[in-house]
T-cell receptor, first 112, second 114 residues
Framework: GQQVMQIPQYQHVQEGEDFTTYCNSSTTLSNIQWYKQRPGGHPVFLIQLVKSGEVKKQKRLTFQFGEAKKNSSLHITATQTTDVGTYFC????????????FGRGTSLIVHP | DAGVIQSPRHEVTEMGQEVTLRCKPISGHNSLFWYRQTMMRGLELLIYFNNNVPIDDSGMPEDRFSAKMPNASFSTLKIQPSEPRDSAVYFCASNLWGKSYEQYFGPGTRLTVT
């Protein structure tokens, strides 16, 4: 079955440093979504990427979808303590399926 | 507009007891998903419904787990009998199938089975 691998599992950074999490799928995706889960909270949708090579930005967050639509990344510039949480990617293979496969997530810990 | 509502938020029960988790999806959404989250296994899709009909329950771990969606505004996930390894956070999510891939998650139910 489809697998979505996400690395790293954990990342400790000092406030102000950059952070990147990577997502790789075993199959070509029709789209990929990113979610953020704060400690003790629930996953919250951040963004969806659909096109090959697509790049989207949300303030300090930059999302990329690979040319082959099998990988994606989330980069945060100048992390803040409010960025703490677990970031999940979720890939959908399409073909009428709206069921995403979630990666294991990357937990970001920001030290002030 | 209210988001996905789940109850209870916390449940502590003894092994062997029946547990029922409840979910009210966002009004107008036609798909509902039940997930289980643990440190060991991450976020697992247990079952999902489309227009109140169960479509895929291959993620349900055992026959002890069952889910129903009697109408568009209510779903339950039942565990009978519960076991300590069922301890996890259970999330319900909903979306508008065919229109958006974005899933809206509820706050979750933290289940502890002793």
């Amino acid at each position: 079955g489809q697998q979505v691998m996400q690395i790293p599992q954990y990342q400790h950074v000092q406030e102000g440093e950059d952070f990147t999490t990577y997502c790789n799928s075993s199959t070509t995706l029709s789209n990929i979504q990113w979610y953020k889960q704060r400690p003790g909270g629930h996953p919250v949708f951040l963004i969806q990427l659909v096109k090959s090579g697509e790049v989207k930005k949300q303030k300090r967050l930059t999302f990329q979808f690979g040319e082959a639509k099998k990988n994606s990344s989330l980069h945060i510039t100048a992390t803040q303590t409010t960025d703490v949480g677990t970031y999940f990617c979720a890939g959908t293979v399409g073909g009428g399926s709206y069921i995403p496969t979630f990666g294991r997530g990357t937990s970001l810990i920001v030290h002030p | 507009d209210a988001g996905v509502i789940q109850s209870p938020r916390h449940e502590v029960t003894e092994m062997g007891q029946e547990v029922t988790l409840r979910c009210k999806p966002i009004s107008g959404h036609n798909s509902l998903f039940w997930y289980r989250q643990t440190m060991m296994r991450g976020l697992e899709l247990l079952i999902y419904f489309n227009n109140n009909v169960p479509i895929d329950d291959s993620g349900m771990p055992e026959d002890r787990f069952s889910a129903k969606m009697p109408n568009a505004s209510f779903s339950t996930l039942k565990i009978q009998p519960s076991e300590p390894r069922d301890s996890a956070v259970y999330f319900c999510a909903s979306n508008l199938w065919g229109k958006s891939y974005e899933q809206y998650f509820g706050p979750g139910t933290r289940l502890t089975v002793t």
